[in-house]
């Protein structure tokens, strides 16, 4: 379906299409991206160990004891994960969170 009108009005219209279009892909976090997990349960997969530039990665102040990219269960809500800093994140219930940012 074409739509006339101005072009600017156009533009406005596909800009919304597409991000309509995008909210049913996999939910984007500040810190990576989560998607259901298959069983309702809820995991994290940190996809990144900055590079390998700090010692172990901790999880709440555990040694996160899975490899890089594997998704071990975790209880949804705040969480903090280090490597070298400190960061705060949040995974919501029932998804797999992988975790890949450790910028600002």
Not at 27 to 41: F, M, N, V
Not at 64 to 73: D, I, K, L, Q, Y
């Amino acid at each position: 379906m074409v739509v006339q009108g101005p072009p600017i009005m156009n533009r406005l219209i596909a800009v919304t299409f597409l991000a309509l279009t995008c909210v049913s892909c996999g939910h984007t976090d500040l810190r990576g991206s989560s998607a259901p997990s298959q069983d309702g349960k809820t995991y994290l997969s940190v996809a990144d160990d900055n590079r390998g530039h700090c010692g172990p990665i901790k999880v709440a102040g555990k040694v996160w004891a899975h490899a890089v990219g594997e998704p071990g269960a975790i209880e949804p809500g705040d969480h903090t994960i280090e490597c070298g800093s400190k960061i705060e994140f949040a995974i919501r219930p029932g998804v797999v969170f992988r975790f890949d940012y450790w910028g600002p």
